[in-house]
T-cell receptor, first 114, second 113 residues
Framework: DGGITQSPKYLFRKEGQNVTLSCEQN?????MYWYRQDPGQGLRLIYY???????QKGDIAEGYSVSREKKESFPLTVTSAQKNPTAFYLC?????????????FGSGTRLTVV | AQSVTQLGSHVSVSEGALVLLRCNYS??????LFWYVQYPNQGLQLLLK??????LVKGINGFEAEFKKSETSFHLTKPSAHMSDAAEYFC???????????FGKGTRLSVIA
């Protein structure tokens, strides 16, 4: 079945450590997105990519980095520069040509700083 | 910049009662509008969407929403709440359909037996 797979489901980070969250899709979608979810804050856009080897910053990109070397994959790295990384991270994808069909979401990664 | 306002961070209804979750948006052009549902520790699932055409849209699980341009609203309704409807609901907008979705802060729906 087609879908988006995020891994791991739970991730623990020590202070000063970089961690990478995986997002893989087999929907043949061109566009992929990373959102951060905090209680009472809704979803805030971190980065998005509409084509391989190209990506744009969202509203809260500081302390995060991404790559888009393959159409299927859009990993997110949470760097040590991100001072408050504890959150639920959601990856999504959509078809080319816009959002007529909305997003398909992964099941999320919960990141906790220890 | 576009924004989405969901009135009420928490709504509580009795089982069998009407569900009404409010969403207002700001957009300079007719937008693409969406409602998503999220169950605990899961991703979001699309309930329904408005892109063009009929302003009353029907979605899954008996939900529907009406796009009212004059009121810049896209409220979500369901005639009769079920216990399984308890979840968090997000309204989202994209002004052009080619820009990333902007989400509201969400409304948590509780259903009381």
């Amino acid at each position: 079945d087609g879908g988006i797979t995020q891994s791991p489901k739970y991730l623990f980070r020590k202070e000063g450590q970089n961690v990478t969250l995986s997002c893989e899709q087999n929907l043949n979608h061109d566009a992929m997105y990373w959102y951060r979810q905090d209680p009472g804050q809704g979803l805030r856009l971190i980065y998005y990519s509409q084509i391989v080897n190209d990506f744009q910053k969202g509203d809260i990109a500081e302390g995060y980095s991404v790559s888009r070397e393959k159409k299927e994959s859009f990993p997110l790295t949470v760097t040590s520069a991100q001072k408050n990384p504890t959150a639920f991270y959601l990856c999504a994808s959509s078809t080319t040509g816009g959002l007529a069909y909305g997003y398909t979401f992964g099941s999320g990664t919960r990141l906790t700083v220890v | 910049a576009q924004s989405v306002t969901q009135l009420g961070s928490h709504v509580s209804v009795s089982e069998g009662a009407l569900v009404l979750l409010r969403c207002n948006y700001s957009s300079s052009v007719p937008p693409y509008l969406f409602w998503y549902v999220q169950y605990p520790n899961q991703g979001l699932q699309l309930l329904l969407k408005y892109t063009t055409g009929a302003t009353l849209v029907k979605g899954i699980n008996g939900f529907e929403a009406e796009f009212k341009k004059s009121e810049t609203s896209f409220h979500l309704t369901k005639p009769s709440a079920h216990m399984s409807d308890a979840a968090e609901y997000f309204c989202a907008v994209s002004p052009t359909g080619n820009t990333p979705l902007v989400f509201g802060k969400g409304t948590r729906l509780s259903v009381i037996a």
